[in-house]
């Protein structure tokens, strides 16, 4: 499927291991600095735009 990337979501600043250390932007596998992206053609994917390629996610939302 392709994909094209479109608004900046978030950037990785933080990484943590423990679940109370989470907030905006902390990731425990993604490099801090990784771009997250909203993709034009579907409301349920994004990009995270990596050292090693683009990483599609399906975006899934808790709370």
Do not use: C, P, W
Not at 23 to 36: D, E, F, H, P
Request: cysteine-free.
């Amino acid at each position: 499927m392709k994909l094209t990337k479109d608004i900046l979501v978030t950037e990785i600043t933080h990484q943590s291991n423990k679940g109370k250390a989470f907030k905006n932007g902390t990731a425990n596998k993604l490099a801090v600095g990784t771009k997250i992206f909203r993709v034009k053609e579907r409301n349920d994917i994004l990009i995270a735009e990596a050292e090693r390629g683009d990483i599609r996610f399906y975006q899934l939302v808790e709370g």
